[in-house]
């Protein structure tokens, strides 16, 4: 069944899908093989919402000047595609910060978008994971630095970007609900040519950490990644230089 509204739409899977597509992931998205994942389409970004870790496994974005700006701020908000059920709520962030070290991370970053009307959107908690803050105010923001000065008027990038869950972490203090929280990410950069190159980065990251150092192959990546990747990426030094390594 599907729910449409003017900004955003989804729809939940429980069956392998074919490959799909979407203006934020123009060549493919990563494949919905997790069963009853909801799939969230803000004109923003594409997630795709686990409901056994309450996270989203991964959230598909186009980085494109058009959509700079400013000023902002982070009011942070439910999605309301989401059931209660469905998704943490505000309050269970409640002491995240001082007994966990952690920062609410955006996964599609606030700042690619402040210039856009539908920067709101970034706050939605379903944008959002737990994520220490030496790597949230380090590797993490400024590889998406780079990749927002890698870009130019018709010389946009993609990124996707996800969670893993490769060892167990404490849960948030104040949460009522199961969840699991990422031990690792990913991010894939990549052009509409599937030219790309791909980042690997733990929780336990230090803050000045080189983003450059954590690379990894695609190939590299497909082995760890629980779900498959579009078929079309494929390394690019070209990519990775207009990054700054």
């Not at 031990?183 to 980042?199: E, L, M, Q, R």
């Amino acid at each position: 069944m599907k729910k449409w509204i003017p900004l955003s739409f989804l729809f939940s899977i429980s069956v392998q899908a074919t490959e799909f597509r979407t203006p934020n992931c123009p060549i493919g998205c990563p494949s919905l093989e997790i069963e009853d994942n909801i799939v969230i389409f803000e004109r923003l970004y594409t997630l795709s919402q686990n409901q056994k870790t309450q996270f989203a496994d991964w959230v598909a974005y186009e980085v494109n000047v058009m959509n700079f700006g400013t000023t902002t701020n982070r009011t942070w908000k439910n999605n309301p595609l989401l059931e209660e059920e469905e998704r943490l709520e505000i309050s269970d962030y409640i002491d995240a910060s001082s007994k966990l070290g952690v920062d609410r991370g955006h996964q599609a970053p606030l700042a690619s978008f402040v210039g856009s009307r539908y920067w709101s959107t970034l706050n939605y908690l379903s944008n959002i994971t737990p994520q220490a803050k030496a790597l949230n105010q380090g590797p993490w923001k400024n590889l998406e630095e780079e990749v927002r000065d890698a870009v130019g008027f018709r010389k946009t990038l993609y990124v996707i970007t996800g969670t893993l869950y490769n060892k167990p972490m404490n849960g948030l203090p104040k949460a009522d609900e199961v969840h699991s929280i990422p031990s690792d990410y990913y991010k894939i950069v990549y052009d509409d040519n599937g030219n790309s190159t791909a980042f690997l980065m733990s929780q336990s990251l230090t803050r000045n950490t080189d983003f450059c150092k954590t690379k990894k192959s695609i190939s590299e990546l497909r082995q760890i990644v629980p779900y498959s990747l579009p078929s079309r990426l494929k390394d690019d030094d070209k990519i990775l230089k207009r990054l700054g390594c």
